[in-house]
């Protein structure tokens, strides 16, 4: 079982990127699905997330209008649209999931059963 994280990079101000995540050996159509991001000296903090295979996208509200969760079911991946990055975006995201999560505690990062690996995201003023 494996979560493969990737499209980190160093943005300007103000730019976009889009992470991905891919999944082997579990399939993420009907589990839920979250990103969290942890910058330095800092707990992990969650981004966004969708619970199972009904929910709707949830967003903390720093996030809400700038980024976008979605999950490609045929590719067995899971995104992470960022636009309008601004400099206190700088850290590095995680993706997770979790087929048996409650939805009261899936806020917290170390509550998902798998996690990849984290991928950094640097934006710079």
């Not at 991905?20 to 579990?26: H, I, Q, V």
Request: proline share 2%; with cysteine; charged share 15%.
């Amino acid at each position: 079982v494996q979560l493969q994280a990737s499209g980190g990079g160093s943005v300007q101000s103000g730019g976009s990127l889009r992470l991905s995540c891919a999944a082997s050996g579990l399939t993420l159509s009907s589990a839920t699905i979250a990103w969290f991001r942890q910058a330095p000296g800092k707990e992990h903090t969650l981004v966004a997330r969708i619970f199972r295979s009904g929910g709707v996208p949830t967003y903390a509200d720093s996030f809400k209008g700038r980024f976008t969760i979605s999950r490609d079911t045929a590719k067995n991946t899971m995104y992470l649209q960022m636009n309008s990055l601004k400099p206190e975006d700088t850290a590095v995201y995680y993706c997770a999931t979790s087929s048996r999560i409650i939805l009261s505690s899936s806020t917290e990062f170390s509550n998902y059963d798998y996690k990849g690996q984290g991928t950094l995201v640097t934006v710079s003023s």
